[in-house]
């Protein structure tokens, strides 16, 4: 199973562009690469997902190298609002057995 | 409305007691999930169901049960709930599987005493 590492924590600017890393050296062909952001008493909402290269839509980017053993989430010019929890997920599906596993997540914080 | 709605949003009991939660969508997902979160940890799945006749463990299933009534209906029970279910749990729905995009409901808060 592909396990992630992100960092626990990370603080930013408003206006400024933030860039998570998330390691999952473990990962698998079929994996694909999501996030999710959670503010607080909230449900998650999805992000973002890749399988490789860089896929980017209204809310942010995702890059991912050539060996997929890594991905950086950018966002760019962040503000209060952006202040969450971001987590990283390698999802596998094989046949009806799944694996989503979220890990502890990074926690952004956004200062004026 | 909400499309994925649960309830009830906070619930208080003793252990010992037998405890259901529910979740309803109308976003005509097949795929339903239950998960728990802890402070300060991540989600972690409970169980998911796939379709009406399809409920598969998670990874963490013991001390828990699933009913899917209904493709808009998927309930947790906690047969006899033990103080260390406390936790805030989350019903997600999906409808492909290979985009993986789910949609996450608000939460119930529960404690166990």
């Known amino acids: 199973l592909a396990k992630t590492t992100q960092p626990i924590s990370m603080d930013s600017y408003e206006g400024q562009e933030v860039n998570i890393t998330c390691s999952h050296n473990?990962?698998?062909?079929?994996?694909?690469i999501t996030w999710y952001q959670q503010f607080p008493s909230q449900g998650p909402r999805f992000i973002i997902q890749?399988?490789?290269t860089k896929v980017t839509n209204e809310v942010a980017s995702l890059f991912i190298p050539a060996d997929r053993k890594s991905s950086t989430l950018s966002l760019p010019r962040v503000s209060l609002s952006d202040t969450a929890v971001y987590y990283c997920?390698?999802?596998?599906?094989?046949?009806?057995?799944?694996?989503?596993?979220f890990g502890k997540g990074t926690k952004l914080s956004v200062k004026p | 409305d909400a499309d994925v709605t649960q309830t009830p949003r906070n619930r208080i009991t003793k252990t010992g007691k037998r405890i259901m939660l529910e979740c309803s969508q109308t976003?005509?997902?097949?795929?339903m999930y239950w998960y728990r979160q802890d402070p300060g940890l991540g989600l972690r799945l409970i169980y998911y169901?796939?379709?009406?006749?399809?409920?598969n463990k998670g990874e963490i299933s013991d001390g828990y049960s699933v009913s899917r009534q209904a493709q808009a209906k998927f309930s947790l029970s906690l047969e006899s709930a033990i103080p260390n279910q406390t936790a805030l749990y989350f019903c997600?729905?999906?409808?492909?599987?290979?985009?993986?995009?789910?949609?996450f409901g608000p939460g119930t808060r529960l404690t166990v005493l």
């Open positions: 997600a729905t999906s409808d492909s599987p290979s985009y993986n995009e789910q949609f």
């Open positions: 473990n990962i698998a062909t079929n994996d694909y």
């Open positions: 890749g399988y490789k």
């Open positions: 997920l390698v999802v596998r599906w094989e046949g009806s057995q799944g694996n989503l596993i």
């Open positions: 976003k005509g997902h097949d795929r």
């Open positions: 169901s796939f379709d009406v006749k399809d409920i």
